[in-house]
């Protein structure tokens, strides 16, 4: 059992303290007073402060709220009764909390699923019993949050992250290993992070090489510098040393990288050893199996297998996780290049808009569904569709590439052949958007 002295707890309860009297607005003067239930249970009959009614002095309060510590409990639960909260110093609750952080962790580098779905099941249940005990449902969630990425690729609230990013610098130990390295790979989706990119692990660099849960990004940094050949090569010889899902990840990468650099044949081959070790049971979920195939049925495409870009990202849409991002434009092509267009509709006629996340997929699945409203297309129709791909799918494609511009440029002198709506044409091969 550790020994569970709290100063690194009460320490960042100081730096929420201060975090959320500043979200809510309240001045010093406000939070340093009242009346509430630890006063009247445990203030009126004791002497150890002359002033009951003042929490404490202005200087004792930016101690705290700078993360010092102060040996009278009562001044945390007081002040975090003003901000609507409570304090839990309970040793079983911590002796909790390390275990999941160690169990975190521990699946994290491994990466079991299975595992790591028990954990987040436990932080469903605690969060529930823990909701307003300042750092206990702080830490909690951002566990949940961190699992639930890992094992679903779903994004923190924007509230919750601008907490982790206002606590990233002042965690200590494995949190902010796992806070770090959670914001380091989430800042390629969110603009917001992308610019601190490298700030989340400035403070680890030493931990790249050795710490096992920093592999991926060490990895995603090595293939930026474009010497993932070299390190992929040296690790052929070290196989042994790598477990199964740091071997997923090195073999991604290389793929990406085979990808980038257009050696489609080559890529393909990776991926199917990524997938290979899905099919033989590796327990890493529906969220990264259905990365493999997405990235598999893309190289298809590339290809220009529209048989095998159908089946792989037709067995990605069979899996839990529904979606399919950008890559929902090959099914969609690979299904009209096949001569499916029956199959094609009768799968838009199953997609709800609602259900869609990703922006650009939303966009191009809605411009599909239009498509195929109505056969023959009117030159209305058509001319309305020719608005769609220039003013909603163009600015997409700016920052896709010539393969995805292509397609819709397709379909674009297909209709302006009909409407001789011309102008059209050039917007789209030449204004910037």
Do not use: W
Request: aromatic content about 12%; some cysteine.
């Amino acid at each position: 059992m550790k020994d569970i002295s709290l100063a690194y707890e009460k320490k960042i309860i100081g730096f929420l303290i201060s975090y959320y009297r500043k979200e809510n607005g309240l001045s010093v003067e406000r939070i340093l007073h009242n009346k509430k239930t630890h006063y009247e249970q445990y203030c009126l009959e004791c002497t150890r402060c002359k002033d009951k009614e003042m929490i404490c002095s202005n200087k004792t309060l930016r101690k705290i709220e700078n993360g010092e510590l102060v040996k009278n409990d009562c001044i945390y639960y007081r002040l975090s009764e003003n901000l609507n909260k409570s304090i839990c110093f309970q040793r079983s609750t911590y002796s909790l909390i390390y275990r999941l952080r160690d169990m975190i962790y521990e699946n994290l580098i491994d990466f079991s699923y299975t595992k790591l779905s028990k954990i987040l099941s436990t932080l469903t249940l605690e969060m529930t019993k823990h909701r307003n005990e300042i750092y206990v449902y702080e830490i909690l969630s951002f566990y949940h949050d961190l699992v639930t990425y890992r094992t679903h690729g779903t994004l923190p609230e924007t509230e919750q992250l601008n907490l982790y990013l206002y606590l990233f610098e002042k965690v200590e130990g494995v949190d902010s290993k796992l806070m770090s390295s959670f914001l380091y790979n989430i800042s390629l989706q969110i603009n917001q992070l992308y610019v601190k990119r490298n700030q989340f692990i400035e403070n680890h660099l030493n931990d790249l090489e050795d710490d096992p849960l920093f592999f991926q990004i060490k990895v995603m940094r090595i293939a930026d510098q474009d010497l993932l050949d070299a390190y992929f090569d040296i690790h052929h010889e070290m196989k042994q040393s790598l477990n199964l899902y740091q071997k997923y990840v090195l073999y991604n990468y290389k793929g990406y990288v085979e990808m980038n650099t257009r050696d489609y044949k080559r890529a393909y081959e990776t991926m199917r050893v990524c997938l290979q070790m899905i099919e033989e049971g590796a327990d890493f979920g529906p969220y990264i199996t259905q990365g493999i195939l997405r990235r598999i049925g893309m190289i298809s495409f590339y290809l220009k297998d529209y048989e095998k870009t159908i089946e792989y990202l037709d067995r990605a849409l069979m899996n839990e996780v529904t979606m399919l991002g950008m890559q929902a434009v090959f099914l969609y092509r690979s299904l009209e290049k096949t001569k499916q267009t029956d199959r094609l509709k009768a799968l838009l006629n199953q997609i709800h808009l609602d259900n869609i996340q990703n922006e650009m997929e939303r966009k191009i699945t809605i411009y599909y569904k239009r498509k195929y409203q109505s056969e023959p297309l009117t030159k209305k129709q058509m001319s309305e569709l020719e608005d769609y791909i220039c003013e909603e799918i163009k600015p997409f494609l700016n920052r896709m590439g010539d393969l995805l511009k292509n397609i819709f440029l397709d379909d674009l002198l297909n209709y302006v052949e009909k409407t001789s709506n011309y102008k059209k044409l050039y917007l789209y091969e030449n204004k910037r958007l």
